[in-house]
């Protein structure tokens, strides 16, 4: 088991910045990606962003793209979300994924990439 711990949201106004973190713990050398999805009020829980540890390869939701970043933090079995410009419609639950060579094959933007979720962070944008 691999266990996975967001922190970083909050209240934030449109045009500011917030940088997610997701730390791990368990079996986390299992772990060959990680990921970040959120989810709105209403809505299907949809894809953010997500690096692969073997090639560092990156890949982003188009709304995502030139706004947010995804990182290995320094080394560790951690990830890191800097998200800049937010607007209004950025404001959901963000949630950490992790996901091991079981899951490989399948694409890194579907949910069924990752065994393995944290439990959230609420990121509020108010415009």
């Known amino acids: 088991q691999v266990q996975l711990v967001e922190s970083g949201g909050g209240l934030v106004q449109a045009g500011d910045s917030l940088r997610l973190s997701c730390s791990t713990s368990?079996?986390?050398?299992?772990?060959?990606?990680m990921g970040w999805f959120r989810q709105a009020p209403g809505k299907e829980r949809e894809f953010v962003a997500s690096?692969?540890?073997?090639?560092?390869?990156?890949y982003y939701s188009e709304s995502a793209k030139g706004r947010f970043t995804i990182s290995r933090d320094n080394g560790k079995i951690a990830v890191l979300l800097q998200m800049n410009s937010l607007k209004s419609e950025d404001t959901a639950e963000y949630f950490c994924?992790?996901?091991?060579?079981?899951?490989?094959?399948?694409?890194?933007?579907?949910?069924?990439?990752?065994?393995?979720w944290g439990q959230g962070t609420q990121v509020t944008v108010s415009s």
């Open positions: 994924a992790a996901g091991t060579l079981s899951r490989r094959f399948t694409p890194p933007t579907t949910n069924g990439a990752y065994e393995y």
């Open positions: 690096i692969v540890w073997t090639n560092g390869n990156t």
């Open positions: 368990g079996r986390a050398r299992e772990v060959v990606r």
